[in-house]
């Protein structure tokens, strides 16, 4: 099917799983959609299965918008109390469209879910409470996690009841819209295809470098949490400076607290170290960072919470979090209380979902599930970005339900493309956005555009002119600090690079006391620093009588 006859299809209210392989434009038609909508007014929940597609989409996981957590199943006194809440009140009588990205990874008793949560708050029987729903994403990917005992069919989404009763409309884009001689995108459909020529087995055994020699800035992917382990630890021990450790706190009935650990990705007792490379395994998308944001550690506030810089330069506090068991009244019954951090210089490959990776340390020998290679070979853009330790004959496999599935979605979609045409179906057009309590008048459309262009403009501001706005009006670091979200070390870097290209405004705000400047201006005068090391050697000098961010603050007034 091609992108514009899904696009009509989307607009004319039907409930739509659109996929297709990579690059045929699921992303694009989705993006298309969701700009006519806001255009016409229609209110629409932008959500995704995991924290990282979310942030792709700008939207947040489905479980945090629908309220379902981890839950696999929610009860009406569950629901009773979230009613009890007016902004979910009021989010749920609003939406008339709903968005799911990356559907191949939520579980089909969670899609159930949020179908229930949704029929209980419109007080509507019909599937998903009369919400249109539209499903994006790729069932080659591996399956959602469950139960040791489940198997796919009990996992992936499109048995579950909610999306038969839906009645989806398939759209399986077919075009091309990447580089047709990317190598990569060849080798990724052969695999989705179970047809594996000796060219592609070649090509990817032409990857291979068992002993690689600098790898260290690639992001390694190991098919078992033992290698993983095994490379963080090894890689934090290279370190050569002192470490602290995190102890997870916990609280609550006991067997229900190993239920935690077992399911929390944050690790009981965390060492870490400045420069040791982390990944953040809760979302917060207020502060700014998701379940998957890579970075290293700086350094530590005066409470010894981690301060992370982020692979996009931004600097976050990584403060304890919870994670607990509730019973119905929203009573914690256990809790798990840590920083929400792991060592990351290797992932495994099933966390890497939704990631896109610049370049890649792949190990592939050990693949036990159907569906691990393909995973890991698409999170890159190209084959010269790969690296593979090895390679067995499960890494190239799929899930034999997956493409049974697959296989079916095509035939359906060319039944869709056929029977409904794209003319008829812009008559139906203005019928859903009326229906949706959307707006056809042209004037009005044209503000909300023009609305849309103004906000647009403003995401389009990188994390300095933010700050250099706060500048600008005069506030302290402090209260720059507390608009932004962002560590008060993380501002003055900031204030750093702004002062470079504005040295003439106004910094005296940020001036640290005469005595600390004529004290890091002797220290700076008598060291002699190595290439990019200059805060350490400062601060060892003074034997840590002086902070890293007074440190940084004077050299602002150090020419």
């Keep these: 099917m091609q992108q514009s006859k899904a696009l009509a299809i989307l607009k004319s209210g039907r409930n739509v799983f659109l996929t297709g392989s990579a690059g045929a434009g699921k992303t694009y038609v989705l993006n298309q959609y969701i700009q006519y909508l806001k255009q016409h007014g229609v209110p629409v929940a932008i959500t995704a299965s995991t924290g990282i597609a979310a942030t792709h989409m700008n939207g947040q996981t489905i479980h945090s918008w629908a309220g379902i957590g981890i839950k696999d199943y929610v009860s009406d006194r569950y629901l009773a109390s979230l009613r009890d809440k007016k902004y979910f009140r009021d989010k749920m009588d609003k939406v008339k469209v709903l968005i799911i990205d990356e559907i191949s990874m939520l579980h089909r008793n969670q899609l159930d879910a949020v179908d229930y ?66 190598a990569l995108n060849d080798i990724l459909n052969e695999i989705r295809s179970g047809n594996i020529s000796q060219k592609t087995v070649d090509l990817l055994e032409s990857r291979i470098e068992y002993f690689p020699d600098e790898i260290d800035s690639q992001t390694r992917l190991y098919t078992h949490n033992m290698d993983v382990d095994r490379i963080n630890k090894g890689q934090l021990i290279n370190i050569d400076s002192s470490s602290k450790k995190f102890e997870a706190k916990v609280a609550g009935n006991p067997a229900l607290v190993e239920v935690l650990k077992k399911s929390v990705l944050a690790e009981e007792i965390l060492e870490l170290k400045i420069g040791a490379k982390v990944m953040f395994v809760r979302n917060n998308f207020e502060v700014g960072f998701v379940n998957g944001t890579l970075g290293n550690v700086s350094g530590y506030t005066e409470k010894d919470e981690p301060i992370i810089k982020t692979l996009d330069g931004e600097f976050h506090v990584a403060k304890p979090e919870t994670w607990a068991i509730e019973d119905e009244s929203g009573k914690a019954l256990a809790s798990f209380t840590q920083v929400p951090l792991r060592l990351a210089w ?125 500048v600008k009006e005069g506030l302290t670091l402090e209260q720059i600090s507390e608009k932004r979200g962002l560590t008060t070390s993380a501002i003055v870097d900031h204030i750093g690079k ?30 002699e620093f190595e290439e990019n090391k200059v805060l350490k050697p400062i601060y060892d000098y003074f034997n840590g009588e002086i902070g890293y961010e007074d440190i940084k603050k004077a050299l602002l007034f150090i020419d």
Aim: glycine share 4%; with cysteine; aromatic share 12%.
């Design 117 to 182: 949560v949704l029929k209980f708050f419109k007080q509507n029987d019909e599937p998903f409470g009369g919400v249109q729903v539209i499903f994006s994403g790729d069932f080659f990917q591996l399956p959602p996690i469950g139960e040791e005992w489940e198997e796919s069919k009990d996992k992936f989404c499109f048995m579950s009841d909610a999306w038969v009763q839906s009645k989806v409309h398939i759209c399986y884009l077919t075009e091309q819209y990447r580089q047709t001689n990317n």
């Design 346 to 470: 290797a992932i495994t490959i099933h966390k890497s979902q939704g990631m896109t990776l610049d370049s890649a340390f792949i190990d592939l020998s050990k693949a036990f599930e159907k569906g691990q290679g393909y995973v890991a070979l698409s999170r890159l853009r190209d084959l010269n970005s790969l690296m593979l330790h090895g390679l067995n004959q499960t890494a190239l496999e799929i899930d034999s339900l997956a493409m049974k599935a697959d296989r079916r979605f095509q035939v359906l979609s060319n039944e869709v493309d056929e029977f409904l045409d794209e003319k008829e179906l812009q008559n139906s057009w203005a019928a859903f956005i009326r229906y949706s309590g959307g707006t056809l008048d042209k004037k009005q459309i044209a503000k909300n555009i023009e609305k849309s262009k103004t906000k647009e403009k403003g995401q389009k501001k990188s994390t300095y002119e933010i700050t250099l706005e706060y």
């Design 498 to 527: 702004i002062k470079e290209s504005e040295p003439d405004l106004d910094y005296s705000k940020f001036k640290p006391s005469d005595k600390v400047i004529d004290k890091v201006r002797l220290a700076y005068s008598e060291i």
